[in-house]
């Protein structure tokens, strides 16, 4: 009977691994494990200038580098991502140091995502821009469930951008 169960528990890990994907958020990059690495913050980056920008609005901006900050201190980047061709990043738990103090900051609306790729980078015309785009992490929702019975893991979204 052991050697049944080991075969379905196996059965089912590897159906998790090739679904790959948190409800909501991007597929697992290539040598991060879904059942390890959860995504647990992401967004899309627009390619535009103004305030309260939705990063779903207007077009994509790829290949931008993307630092997460918390508790609003510069010289503190928690880590850098870059963004697909579609303006789309995500940062996984395998990815971050010390990840429940930041999702103990990113509770208490202390982290946000800032674009280092100056806006010029997408569009010539946003040459001028002086500042950077930046937008605060909310979370998606109390609880997300992972799947095949793993527990709940917390989910931050992106919010609106504003050059700051």
């Known amino acids: 009977m052991a050697p049944r169960?080991?075969?379905?528990?196996?059965?089912?890990?590897?159906?998790?691994?090739?679904?790959?994907?948190?409800?909501?958020?991007?597929?697992?990059?290539?040598?991060v494990s879904p059942l390890v690495g959860y995504e647990i913050i992401y967004g899309r980056v627009p390619c535009r200038n103004g305030s309260f920008i939705d990063g779903n609005a207007g077009p994509p901006f790829?290949?931008?580098?993307?630092e997460l900050v918390c508790r609003d201190d510069p010289a503190v980047r928690v880590l850098n991502m870059t963004t697909d061709?579609?303006?789309?990043?995500?940062?996984?738990?395998?990815?971050?140091?010390n990840i429940n103090v930041v999702l103990h900051d990113a509770l208490h609306h202390w982290c946000r995502v800032v674009v280092i790729t100056p806006l010029a980078a997408c569009d010539e015309s946003l040459a001028g821009v002086a500042g950077?785009?930046?937008?605060?992490?909310?979370?998606?929702?109390?609880?997300?469930?992972?799947?095949?019975?793993?527990?709940?893991?917390?989910?931050?979204?992106?919010?609106?951008?504003?050059?700051?």
């Open 85 to 97: 061709a579609a303006g789309r990043f995500g940062v996984y738990t395998v990815k971050i140091p």
């Open 5 to 31: 169960s080991l075969a379905l528990l196996a059965a089912l890990l590897v159906v998790a691994a090739a679904a790959g994907q948190v409800r909501g958020g991007m597929p697992a990059p290539v040598g």
């Open 132 to 164: 950077r785009l930046t937008a605060p992490l909310k979370q998606a929702s109390p609880r997300v469930p992972i799947g095949l019975g793993l527990g709940y893991t917390l989910v931050f979204i992106v919010g609106h951008f504003s050059v700051v």
């Open 62 to 66: 790829p290949n931008a580098t993307v």
